[in-house]
């Protein structure tokens, strides 16, 4: 019956994991998926996290079906994470919300919605590059995808200028995907002013815009600087909609918490689109898990926990910071006469290293170093123990 079923290529980035174990040098170097890690090279699971989920089975809860949209303390919660204790869209009951299954089911959901409501042409701009998933994620769901100029292979940077003029050519009231912060793969985001002239292109153009939050803490350690481009565009007059994630600030990945949201302009129209959120969860997977949910909205709620948490949020940019740092050093003590300014000048989990194909194949053939072959690093797989030998390798490979 299925003799016919072509056989599909492995994720992009999933695969990696693959290969690298596969690999029998004891040396070897896994920075392909982007998963926190710490300087040990080990999963971390937060202290927060743990106390928020002991807290949680001491209650003796019961494991009764969340509503279709989930824990509401959770999801309260998340939309005053993301929109910031003053926002005026939340205090006047502007934002629809549902729970999602994590940031990834965030992004079907909205691509869901749009396909069936959104009033204009149902074409959504990606940045070029973006996470793997993108594409694939809004095509599923009925979108059509084109891309937008994003990242200058010159100065390993923004394209402010390729950009501007991208959002100023696309068809008045495209949908436009932003990455809040942290982009993925690139770890390039835009200055506080170039935001301000993105929102301003994006308002000029009518067009709409889809925010993708998955590193809210993550890039600069503040949760509040983190979300700025959000809630700029807000104050600015856009009613955004929004993926969150809680797969990295939380690290819980596994237990798929996140949430999408969508600001509307009137609390009768969040009541209508709160009703079509629900009818399009229903057939998908009736309702979210409610383990992670419980322990994000301790963590969220629990002022002492929340602290913790922040806490450790900024303790984990801080690591990769330093990381980032470490690995440019250890490339200029080598005597590396490449630029590497932009190891440090990017944000967040991943770093865009300039590295060819051929290169990313190599480093991982003759060095045991494995990542996408795009040359992104999660610079999270980088402990002080490993970075010597990562800087030897790329050394040995770029001059
Ligand atoms: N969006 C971006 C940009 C990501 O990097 C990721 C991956 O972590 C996601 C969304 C969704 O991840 P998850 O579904 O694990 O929350
Ligand atoms: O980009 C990354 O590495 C993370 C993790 O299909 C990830 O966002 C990678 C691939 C994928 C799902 C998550």
């Not at 509401?72 to 934002?95: M, Q």
């Not at 204009?120 to 100029?149: C, M, R």
Request: hydrophobic content about 35%; glycine content about 10%.
């Amino acid at each position: 019956t299925w003799a016919n079923v072509p056989q599909g290529p492995p994720d992009a980035i999933l695969g990696i994991t693959e290969a690298f174990k596969a690999d029998p040098n004891s040396e070897k170097i896994n920075l392909g998926v982007g998963a926190y890690r710490d300087d040990k090279g080990k999963p971390y699971v937060l202290p927060s996290v743990l106390s928020a989920e002991k807290k949680i089975i001491e209650a003796k809860l019961n494991k009764e079906y969340a509503g279709i949209t989930g824990v509401p303390e959770f999801t309260k919660a998340a939309a005053l994470l993301a929109y910031g204790p003053n926002s005026a869209a939340i205090k006047e009951d502007r934002v629809a919300i549902t729970q999602s299954i994590s940031g990834t089911g965030a992004l079907r959901i909205g691509g869901a919605f749009l396909e069936r409501f959104y009033p204009g042409a149902k074409t959504i701009y990606i940045p070029n590059p973006s996470w793997a998933n993108h594409s694939a994620v809004f095509k599923d769901s009925g979108l059509k995808v084109e891309q937008y100029s994003y990242y200058d292979e010159d100065t390993i940077g923004l394209d402010f200028d390729g950009m501007i003029s991208d959002i100023k050519g696309m068809p008045e009231g495209s949908i436009i995907l932003l990455h809040a912060c942290a982009h993925n793969p690139t770890g390039v985001d835009p200055t506080q002013d170039q935001w301000r002239a993105i929102s301003k292109a994006v308002k000029e153009g009518g067009h709409y815009p889809f925010f993708d939050m998955a590193y809210q803490g993550f890039a600069s350690g503040d949760t509040d600087r983190d979300a700025f481009a959000l809630r700029h565009f807000i104050e600015e007059g856009h009613t955004p909609c929004l993926a969150q994630s809680f797969a990295k600030n939380m690290g819980l990945y596994g237990e798929r918490v996140g949430a999408f949201s969508l600001v509307t302009s009137t609390p009768e129209e969040k009541k209508k689109v709160d009703s079509q959120i629900k009818i399009i969860v229903r057939p998908l997977y009736s309702n979210p898990p409610i383990h992670g949910a419980r322990i994000a909205s301790e963590v969220l709620n629990n002022p002492a926990l929340n602290k913790q948490w922040l806490g450790e949020v900024k303790g984990m940019a801080d690591r990769i910071i330093e990381m980032r740092a470490l690995l440019k050093k250890n490339l200029e003590d080598l005597g590396s006469k490449k630029q590497w300014n932009h190891i440090t000048d990017q944000i967040g989990m991943f770093a865009y290293t300039g590295l060819t194909a051929e290169q990313m194949e190599k480093l991982a053939k003759d060095t045991s170093v494995y990542a996408t072959k795009d040359g992104r690093i999660s610079v999270a797989g980088i402990t002080s123990g490993n970075v010597k030998r990562l800087a030897e390798s790329i050394y040995k490979i770029t001059g």
